[in-house]
């Protein structure tokens, strides 16, 4: 079975410190991890996908099979980085994304 | 075209009401997904349509619901009879391919009193 967990409900950091969002999933295939980002009022929207290897908003996530983990790091967070993080898995040939029940960053001056 | 588009943004209803909430997703998109949100939960998934066809239901979605895409374009989610645990955020969300990330429209809150 698909299942994603993120064990922090609520993350608190002061800005230009380093974040990490945890994220491990239990799947037996080959996943594919997607973080999701909704910050205050606005709709959920794609963060970044580890097939894309990419960073976006500063923001880089690695795939660890041997941990099944994602977590989302960086460096120096910003207070516009505050905002609902959610990480999600979808195996290759299913078209059920699951979702983590989400972590609440905040970022403060 | 801005996106996926989801009304009503807001629905308030009696229970035992029927009710029918409409996506537009975004139109090169051919894969319409449903999923539901409650607070303090990441969004479950509902159901899939692959241009006009229902590929797959979650067992979340009992009898009581059941979802259109007539023409491959708009999908509607229609709750009968409805309850107090149907209390939650309507998520609609579109993808063109495989690969692809959802684009998720704002979503219908639904309160049943």
């Known amino acids: 079975a698909q299942r994603v967990t993120q064990p922090e409900k609520l993350l608190s950091v002061f800005k230009g410190a380093p974040v990490e969002l945890k994220c491990n999933y239990s799947y037996s295939g080959s996943p594919e991890l997607f973080w999701y980002v909704q910050y205050s009022r606005q709709r959920l929207q794609l963060l970044l996908r580890h097939i894309s290897r990419e960073s976006i908003k500063g923001f880089t996530a690695d795939l660890n099979k041997g941990e099944t983990s994602f977590h989302l790091k960086k460096p120096f967070a910003q207070e516009e980085d505050s905002a609902m993080y959610y990480c999600a898995l979808r195996s290759y040939n299913n078209n059920d994304m699951r979702f983590g029940a989400g972590t609440r960053l905040t970022v403060k001056p | 075209d801005t996106g996926v588009s989801q009304n009503p943004r807001h629905k308030i209803t009696k229970r035992g009401q029927n009710v029918t909430f409409r996506c537009d997703p975004i139109?090169?998109?051919?894969?319409l997904y449903w999923y539901r949100q409650t607070l303090g939960q990441g969004p479950e998934f509902l159901t899939y349509?692959?241009?006009?066809?229902?590929?797959?239901k979650s067992r979340l979605l009992s009898d009581r619901f059941s979802a259109e895409r007539p023409k491959g374009s708009f999908s509607t989610l229609e709750i009968q009879r409805t309850e107090q645990g149907d209390s939650a955020m309507y998520l609609c969300?579109?993808?063109?391919?495989?690969?692809?990330?959802?684009?998720f429209g704002s979503g219908t809150r639904l309160t049943v009193v």
């Open positions: 969300a579109s993808r063109l391919g495989q690969g692809d990330g959802y684009t």
């Open positions: 349509f692959q241009n006009e066809a229902q590929l797959e």
């Open positions: 139109s090169e998109h051919n894969r």
